[in-house]
């Protein structure tokens, strides 16, 4: 996150003589204090300053690097998680290739009949179907996938640092994001390599509201 020059200033005098008012800070640099709010809320959700009631403003005294630290420690994967990409498991692996083709995925999950999440299915277990003479029409999703209750799983509320160290630690493309149900474990989104990396972008380039 780059500081302009008047937030730069700000800081600096919330560091010597906080806490101060907002109105005193306005004061300080001969500015209304509507004109100093966007920059105060700025500092504020950033974590540069905080604010007490009645009080005012103070510096936290805390380096960049740590700010941007504590808040990759609480994206969770709700805010970043996309639209699951599904398959019955009694379709086909030829079903599947198509569908993992025209939605542009590495990874479907499988579901039944009542929409419970029983497996998933790669790229690698599609590629090793295709080996030989077999007729992918013939072979059943449920043949070929990874089976229940040997997914790696996520909860919306799980944090996404702790996604993205289990998707190295896995070796895999991505996660199914999953909620209880009275059936079972129904998939409710994805987190990818891809959701993961923009998220961490948009840290890098200063998008931290």
């Known amino acids: 996150m780059e500081l302009n020059d008047r937030q730069k200033r700000i800081l600096e005098i919330t560091k010597e003589k906080g806490p ?7 004061d300080h640099l001969n500015l209304t ?40 420690n609480k994206m969770t994967v709700k805010d970043y998680q996309s639209i699951p990409v599904v398959i019955q ?9 198509c569908a993992m ?4 995925v ?15 299915l790669s790229r690698k277990d599609l590629l090793r179907a295709s080996i030989g003479n077999q007729d992918l029409n013939a072979i059943p999703v449920s043949v070929i996938m990874s089976r229940m209750p040997n ?24 996660l199914p994001v999953v909620k209880d149900t009275s059936n079972g ?9 891809t959701n993961v990396t923009k998220a961490f972008v ?3 380039e200063g998008d931290m509201d």
């Open 89 to 97: 498991e009694q379709s086909s692996a030829y079903d599947a290739i």
């Open 202 to 204: 948009e840290v890098a």
């Open 101 to 104: 083709f025209l939605e542009d």
């Open 20 to 26: 101060i008012t907002g109105e005193h800070i306005a």
């Open 185 to 193: 474990i129904e998939v409710i989104g994805r987190i990818t390599k």
């Open 106 to 120: 590495g990874t479907l999950f499988v579901i039944d009949q009542q929409g419970v999440l029983t497996g998933a």
């Open 151 to 174: 997914l790696t799983v996520c909860k919306s509320d799980d944090l996404v640092i702790d996604v993205a160290k289990l998707l190295i630690e896995r070796q895999i493309d991505g």
């Open 33 to 72: 204090r509507a004109t100093l709010r966007p920059d105060l809320t700025i500092l504020t959700m950033a974590g540069f300053l905080d604010a007490r009631p009645r009080v005012g403003y103070y510096y936290t005294g805390k380096p960049q690097s740590k700010l941007i630290a504590d808040h990759i």
